[in-house]
Every structure is written in structure tokens, then in C-alpha cells.
């Protein structure tokens, strides 16, 4: 009933930029913290950047200063702007929101994309 579509990823040369979206969908009551895993091969998913409802945001020290997350909640969708791309930003990049959905009793759930691969060449 409720998904995160996932957009914009590809293959970039380093240095270059791209812009990630995901949308969610389906009968959603609210969606309070929405952020950004990556995973690459042989290595452990990891946060890239949250935001939360209010705006605030995080990000992991790897990309401060060249990625940045923003939300629009009209449009229930996250986005991930990364610039000045380097190969070590190779990865499955993975939307997640947490969800309250509509007949659930304050029942906050995780939910996630389907990954877009983003290959930076050097």
C-alpha cells in the first residue's frame, strides 16, 4: 500500500553532480523523519542524510559540504542533491521514511525504496 519510488541516479564522472528524488505513495497519515542509506558492494548500508519534518537535518562527514537533503511535503518527497562527486561515492542509494499510516494505531513504520545506483567514474 505505501512505497518509496526512487529517481535520478546514474553514472557520473567525478566532480559532477546529481540529484536523487523519491516519492511516497499509498495511504499515508504522516511521514515524520525521511532520509538516505547507501550501500556499497561488500560494505555495511549507511546513513548519508536525514531530515526531519521540521527541516533539521544530518549528514555523515563524508559528504558535508557537498550533499544536501531537502523535502517537500506538499509532494510527500525527499530529495538528494550531491555535487562534487568522488568514486568512493559509489553505491545503492536508498530512500527511507518513517510512516504513520492511515487506521494505524501510532503505529510508526520503516519503510524504504528500491535502491538507484549511482556509479561515479574517476
Known amino acids: 500500500q505505501v512505497q518509496l519510488v526512487e529517481s535520478g541516479g546514474g553514472l557520473v564522472q567525478a566532480g559532477g553532480s546529481l540529484r536523487l528524488s523519491c516519492a511516497v505513495s499509498?495511504?499515508?497519515?504522516?511521514?515524520?523523519?525521511m532520509g538516505w542509506y547507501r550501500q556499497a558492494p561488500g560494505k555495511q548500508r549507511e546513513l548519508v542524510a536525514r531530515?526531519?519534518?521540521?527541516?533539521?537535518?544530518d549528514y555523515a562527514d563524508s559528504v558535508k559540504g557537498r550533499f544536501t537533503i531537502s523535502r517537500d511535503n506538499a509532494k510527500n518527497t525527499v530529495y538528494l542533491q550531491m555535487n562534487s562527486l568522488k568514486p568512493e561515492d559509489t553505491a545503492v542509494y536508498y530512500c527511507?521514511?518513517?510512516?504513520?499510516?492511515?487506521?494505524?494505531?501510532?503505529?510508526?513504520?520503516?519503510?524504504w525504496g528500491q535502491g538507484a545506483q549511482v556509479t561515479v567514474s574517476s
Open positions: 527511507n521514511a518513517d510512516i504513520l499510516r492511515y487506521g494505524a494505531s501510532r503505529n510508526w513504520e520503516d519503510y
Open positions: 499509498g495511504s499515508i497519515f504522516s511521514i515524520s523523519t
Open positions: 531530515i526531519t519534518l521540521g527541516g533539521g537535518t
